[in-house]
């Protein structure tokens, strides 16, 4: 899977839904962006970066997801 990020100008927004992130990384699909969330709720470091305000709701704060990512590829080497 390759994964780009598009940057998104002009914006100020520091959260979003699933389909924010999915729009600034391109080539993730929603069973990966699924996973990975769930990953981040039950990883006590990264569990404020996402919200679930109603079990349809969800928000993902933009640096803690990327913040993950590279949580992830650090953790994945070892």
Not at 20 to 47: C, P
């Amino acid at each position: 899977m390759k994964l780009t990020y598009v940057p998104v100008t002009d914006s100020q927004a520091h959260w979003g839904n699933k389909k924010a992130i999915l729009k600034r990384y391109e080539g993730l699909n929603i069973h990966t962006l699924n996973r990975w969330l769930s990953e981040m709720r039950d990883n006590q470091h990264f569990r404020s970066g996402v919200i679930n305000p109603t079990h349809k709701l969800v928000w993902i704060n933009f640096q803690s997801f990327e913040d993950f990512l590279y949580w992830k590829q650090h953790h994945y080497l070892k």
